[in-house]
């Protein structure tokens, strides 16, 4: 009976990490490129639609390009 539990929960484990939303894998550090983007002045950058595959860009800037561990992230898809 203890070995039915430990694969049970093992299975549950291995579904626990494999779970995805819109092909980014949850839990996991993001694997995706910045969009590009065009500083108009020191506190403003325009991000630009991605041309191909998915891309962030930081939700609020103020200017910055360097995500912080508090920013929002909106992603695109080509």
């Known amino acids: 009976m203890n070995a039915k ?8 484990g291995a579904a626990a990490h494999a779970v995805t939303v819109f092909g980014i ?3 996991a550090p993001l694997d995706m490129r910045e969009c590009g983007y065009s500083r ?7 991000f630009n639609p991605p041309t191909h ?4 860009q930081i939700e609020g800037t103020h200017g910055r390009t360097q995500v912080r561990s ?3 992230l909106l992603v695109s898809w080509a």
């Open 25 to 27: 894998k949850l839990g």
């Open 5 to 12: 539990w430990c694969l049970l929960l093992l299975g549950f």
């Open 70 to 72: 508090d920013d929002n």
């Open 53 to 56: 595959g998915a891309c962030y």
């Open 40 to 46: 108009i002045d020191a506190s403003t950058v325009i």
